[in-house]
C-alpha cells in the first residue's frame, strides 16, 4: 500500500530525513519508533503533506500514486490520515460540521453521494462510543478548550468517521494516561481492518503492549537502522536507543 | 501643495455653507425657534471646522479630500422608485418598518404595525411639525458637534429620520427597522443627512435596527441619538450597505442613564469611505453597555470605526469587541478611546479589536487608548492584527477541506464570532447568506458551520 523509497528531507536546509526506504503492506501495521530529533514526526508530517518539509529525492508510492504530487486535501480523499501530535484548535468552527464537511469532501472524491443529516449522525453517534467521547466535544469548536487527551481520542474519532486507508498515528500516545492510552488503543485495534494499513509513530514502547504491530522500525538519525517484530520494541524498552546509536555510527560495509 | 489643499478644503466647506441659506427658506415656518437656532450655531461651527485634514488627530489615518471635493447636491423632485427586495427580508416580522428614499419618509414603502400603546415610531420632520415636545428637549443634546464637522454638517441640514419614543415601563418586543436607501436622480451625487432619535423611558426595552443601502455614488451623513432611561434596555443594530461608490460618515451617540442595557453592533460593508464614530457617555450607576463591530473591506474600500466610551459614574461595565476582516488593498481604523472620569470606581471596561489580513497589501491600524482617572477599575484592552493560520489551514485540508474551502472556512469563523451574537434572526440569516456569497467556496463553508 506505502511504498517509501531512498527519501530525503529538509527542512530550511537542514537534512532530517537522509534516505529512508519503507514498506507498508496493505492491512499491516508498523511502527517507528526513535529517539526525539530522530525525524519520525517530519515522516509523517511529509506523508501528510505539510508544505515547510523540502522533499530533496526519493519518492512515495500509495496505492501505486505518487503521493508526493498531490495536495494535503487530495491525499486526504485518497485515503491517508494523519492523527496530529499537536491537534489544532479551531474557533468558531464545528467539529461536528466540520467533520460532515470533511466526510463528504472524502465521498464525493470516491464518487459517492454526500450524507444526509440523520445517517451522518447515526454515524457519529456509534464511532464516538469507539473512543468514549463525550457528546459535547461535538458540538463544540474543533479541539477548542479540549484537554490533551480529548484532543487525541478526537483525533481517533475523526479517523473512525473517514476511514481512511493508511492512517499516521503522530505520537498520538504522548501525554496520555494509561486510561486514555487504552481507550485510544482499543479504538485503533476495532479500526484495524485486512485493507486498512496503520503507521504507529511513537517514542515509547508502552502503546506497543495495545496495539500489536507487525513490523518496528528504529529511526535515528534520519534513518531506518533497525526493523523487525514486535519484540524490538521490547528490546528498546530494556535497552534504550544506545546501542542502535553506535551500531549506527559504525561505517556501512566495516 | 499645503495651499492646494486647503484652498480645496474651503470650496467644498464653502459649497455646504453657500447652500444653507437656500436650505433654511425651504423647511416648513413651523420649525421650532430652538431647532433653527440649533442648525445657525452648527453651521457657523462647521464654518470654522471646515473638513477634516490629516493634520487632525481624530483623522489623521482616513483621508476625506474625496468628500470635501465633492459636488454634492441636495435631492429634489418626488421620490424616486426604488427596489426593497434586498432590504425587505432584513425587515421580516419587524414591529414597524420606516424606508427613508433620498432622505424623506417614504409612506408608500413604510409600514407601521402592531406597535404597543404609548410608542412613537414617526417621521423625525413630520414629528417637529407635529410633536415638537416629543423631539426638542433631546435632539442635538447629546451628539456634540464641537469638535466634529459632519454631525455639525448634519445639525445644520438635518430634515428627515427616524423618531422613536418609548414609555417607561413598555416593551416592544419585535424590532423597530429604519432603512435609508439612497440613488442619485441627476449627474451630481446626492448628499442626505439622516438624523434619528431614539429615547427610551425608564424600565423599558426596545430593538432598533438602522440599515443604509443605494446605488451609485453619493455620500450618507447620518447622526443617531440614544437617549436610554433608566434601567432601559436597547438593542440597536446598524448595518452599513452603502453601495461600494458612497461615502458614509455616521456618528452614533448613546446617552446612558443608571442601571441601562445599551448595546450595539454596528456591521460595515459597503461604502468606499466609511467613518463610524460610536460614542457612549455612561451617566448613571450600573449601566453595563455592549458595543461590538464587524467590517469587511475588500478593494480599496477604506473604514474607520471611532468609538469612545466615557464612564462617568461608578460601577459601570462597558464591553467592546470589533473584529475586521480585510482584502484587497482595503484600509481600516480602528480607535478605540476608554475614559474614565475621576470618581467612577469600580468601572469594569473591556475593549479587543482583532484584524484578519487576508491580502499582503491590505493594512488595518488600531489605536486603543486608555485615559483612566479613578484608581479603582478594571480597564483592559488588546488588538491584533494577524492572517489566517496556517497550521490551522493545514488541518483542515489533512482532512480532506480543499485550501480554499478551508481559508473560506477560518474567515467565516471569524466573523461569525460577531455575526452570531446578533439577536434578530433575520438580520443574522442575512448576514451569514452575505457570508457564504462573499467566500469562495462558500457552499461547503455553509455545510461546515
Known sequence: MLQIKNLHVSVEGNEILRGIDLEVPTGAVHAIMGPNGSGKSTLARVLAGQEAYEVTAGEVIFDGKNLLEMDPEERAREGVFMAFQYPVEIPGVSNTYFLKAALNAVRKHRGLPEIDAMEFLTLVRQKMKLVQMDESLLHRPVNEGFSGGEKKRNEIFHMAVLEPRLAVLDETDSGLDIDALRIVADGVNVLRAVDRSFLLITHYQRLLNYIVPDQVHVLLDGRIVRSGGKELALELEEKGYAWLEEAAAQPVGA | MTTILRTEELTGAARFAADFDTFLRELPASEPAAVTALRRMAIERFATLGFPTLRQEAWRQTNVSPIAQGTFVRPEGPEPVVD??????????????????????????????????????????????????????????????????????????????????????????????????????????????????????????????????????????????????????????????????????????????????????????????????????????????????????????????????????????????????????????????????????????????????????????????????????????????????????????????????????????????????????????????????????????????
Open chain 2, 84 to 449: 426593497l427586495s434586498r432590504l425587505e427580508p432584513l425587515a421580516e416580522g419587524a414591529a414597524a418598518r420606516l424606508v427613508f428614499v433620498n432622505g424623506r419618509l417614504s409612506s408608500r414603502l413604510s409600514v407601521l404595525g402592531d406597535l404597543p400603546a404609548g410608542v412613537i415610531v414617526a417621521s423625525l420632520a413630520e414629528a417637529l411639525e407635529k410633536a415638537p415636545d416629543k423631539v426638542e428637549p433631546w435632539l442635538g443634546q447629546h451628539a456634540r458637534f464641537d469638535d466634529h464637522p459632519f454631525v455639525a454638517l448634519n445639525t445644520a441640514f438635518l430634515r428627515d429620520g427616524a423618531l422613536v419614543w418609548v414609555p417607561r415601563g413598555v416593551i416592544v418586543e419585535k424590532p423597530i427597522h429604519l432603512m435609508f436607501v439612497s440613488t442619485s436622480q441627476g449627474p451630481d451625487p446626492i448628499v442626505t443627512f439622516p438624523r434619528n432619535l431614539f429615547v427610551t423611558g425608564e424600565n423599558s426595552q426596545v430593538t432598533l435596527v438602522e440599515t443604509y443601502a443605494g446605488d451609485g455614488a453619493y455620500f450618507t451623513c447620518p447622526v443617531t441619538e440614544l437617549v436610554a432611561g433608566p434601567a432601559s434596555v436597547v438593542d440597536h443594530y446598524k448595518l452599513q450597505l452603502e453601495s461600494r461608490e458612497a461615502f458614509h460618515m455616521a456618528t452614533f451617540q448613546i446617552e446612558a442613564e443608571r442601571s441601562c442595557t445599551p448595546s450595539s453592533h454596528s456591521i460595515s460593508i459597503g461604502g468606499a469611505l466609511v467613518r463610524n464614530d460610536v460614542n457612549a457617555v455612561l451617566d448613571g450607576e450600573g449601566i453595563d453597555c455592549i458595543l461590538n463591530g464587524l467590517y469587511l473591506a475588500e478593494g480599496r474600500q477604506v473604514i474607520d470605526n471611532h468609538m469612545r466610551v466615557e464612564h462617568a459614574k461608578p460601577h459601570c461595565a462597558s464591553h467592546e469587541l470589533y473584529k475586521g476582516v480585510l482584502d484587497g488593498a482595503a484600509r481600516s481604523v480602528f480607535n478605540g478611546l476608554i475614559h474614565v472620569h475621576p470618581g467612577a470606581q469600580k468601572t469594569d471596561a473591556k475593549q479587543s479589536n482583532r484584524n484578519l489580513l487576508l491580502s499582503g497589501s491590505a493594512i488595518a491600524n488600531s489605536n486603543p487608548q486608555l485615559e483612566i482617572f479613578a484608581d479603582d477599575v478594571k480597564c483592559t484592552h488588546g488588538s491584533t492584527v494577524g492572517q489566517l493560520d496556517e497550521d490551522a489551514i493545514f488541518y483542515l485540508r489533512s482532512r480532506g477541506i480543499g485550501v480554499e474551502a478551508a481559508r473560506s472556512l477560518l474567515t467565516y469563523a471569524f466573523a461569525s464570532d460577531i455575526v452570531e451574537r446578533i439577536k434578530v434572526e433575520p438580520v443574522r440569516r442575512d448576514l451569514e447568506e452575505l457570508l457564504f456569497a462573499r467566500l469562495p467556496q462558500g457552499e461547503v463553508v455553509r455545510q461546515a458551520v
